[in-house]
């Protein structure tokens, strides 16, 4: 295979590896399963890689997703969501679990009696969404069980409870929203005993609360960046520059005003910038380096002070997102002299 133009997405089998079986490891030694999201690469190789590392099945967005990742050959999903089932999401969700395990999120009555319209009896499981500091979707804890009840009246079994702590994306936040998880999560739990229903799944996760969460109190953990690693994960102190696996390899095309400019943009590496972030995307190979403007085609780099790299030179750019990144391309280049080509099936896979 010729190596592919520029801009293109490399990976690193080594780390990516190294990454996947470090936190595999990790969860096989406190006893807690692991169900990474799956949105970050889109890919059934690396989805397959996890679950061979013991991954008990893996976490999706949509249910595009999740029937991506089935035609790819997992067994076992959860639309990490709360979905509103409509009659046509309804006859999807029956075709995939007659194929696959599948649960889904739900986090009002409202929504668990919407789907038990079309899903009751289908054998199909519900996790109840609370809130645990991030205030975007879920349920305040102590709420989660009357949602529960709501679920089974509906005819929709209740496996547990879930939240993703992410507010745990900002320095200095990172052991907060871990515990902020564990006790939303364990007050969620009881919710659900007071009305009879016992969790079978206490389910937690983002990548940067990893390092701190209870596993006394989680039973599954749904991680997805830490699979590759971003520069988000580099500048929050979460992923080591050098556990990196995914890059957006680029070219120096132009040293304009003394600075470096490479043909990545935004429709190469996405254009995430969170308030904490130092630039569009981190070097490796030039750490106090800044990519200090993006557009569509170009990122333009501060060196602070270096050598610029010369015109034709191709250096590695870390992504801010890597998942924003990784949703922008048809394949990545996987491996070091032969790069193999990994399809990223489930890219665009949003409804
Ligand atoms: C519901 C849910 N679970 C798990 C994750 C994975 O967390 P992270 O992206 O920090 O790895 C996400 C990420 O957005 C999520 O929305």
Redesign the pocket.
């Known amino acids: 295979m010729s190596t592919p133009a520029t801009p293109y997405l490399h990976v690193d089998a080594e780390r990516l590896r190294t990454n996947i079986r470090r936190l595999a490891d990790r969860a096989a030694d406190a006893g807690v399963a692991l169900r990474p999201?799956a949105?970050?690469h889109k890919c059934p190789e690396i989805g397959r890689l996890q679950l061979d590392a013991g991954a008990v099945g893996l976490?999706v967005?949509t249910i595009g997703e999740a029937e991506a990742f089935v035609e790819g050959g997992c067994a076992d999903v959860f639309v990490?969501?709360p979905l509103w089932v409509t009659e046509g999401a309804g006859a999807r969700l029956r075709s995939l679990a007659e194929r696959a395990t599948v649960a889904f999120?739900v986090d009002s009555a409202a929504g668990a009696e919407q789907a038990g319209r079309w899903l009751a009896g289908s054998g199909i499981e519900v996790l109840v969404?609370v809130d645990s500091g991030h205030h975007?979707t879920g349920v305040p804890p102590d709420e989660a069980g009357a949602v529960a009840a709501a679920a089974e009246r509906a005819g929709l079994p209740v496996r547990g409870v879930?939240t993703?702590p992410?507010h745990?994306?900002a320095l200095d936040a990172l052991r907060s929203a871990a515990q902020d998880e564990a006790a939303a999560l364990a007050a969620a739990a009881a919710s659900l005993r007071a009305q009879g229903i016992e969790p079978r799944v206490v389910s937690g996760?983002?990548?940067?609360?990893?390092r701190d969460a209870d596993l006394g109190v989680l039973t599954e953990l749904?991680?997805?960046?830490?699979v590759f690693g971003d520069a988000q994960q580099w500048e929050l102190g979460t992923t080591a520059p050098q556990d990196v696996a995914l890059t957006c390899r680029a070219t120096v095309v132009s040293h304009a005003g003394g600075r470096l400019v490479l043909d990545a943009g935004s429709k190469a590496i996405g254009a995430d910038r969170a308030a904490y972030a130092t630039g569009w995307g981190r070097l490796p190979a030039l750490p106090d380096a800044r990519v200090v403007l993006l557009s569509e085609h170009h990122a333009v780099v501060d060196v602070a002070g270096a050598p610029l790299p010369p015109l034709g030179s191709v250096l590695d750019l870390v992504p801010n997102h890597v998942?924003a990144a990784v949703n922008l391309h048809d394949v990545l280049w996987v491996g070091e002299d032969r790069l193999l080509p990994w399809a990223v099936t489930a890219r665009g896979r949003n409804a």
């Open positions: 999201h949105k970050t976490t967005a990490g969501y999120g969404e975007r879930f993703f992410g745990s994306y996760g983002s990548t940067p609360s990893l749904r991680p997805g960046v830490y998942c």
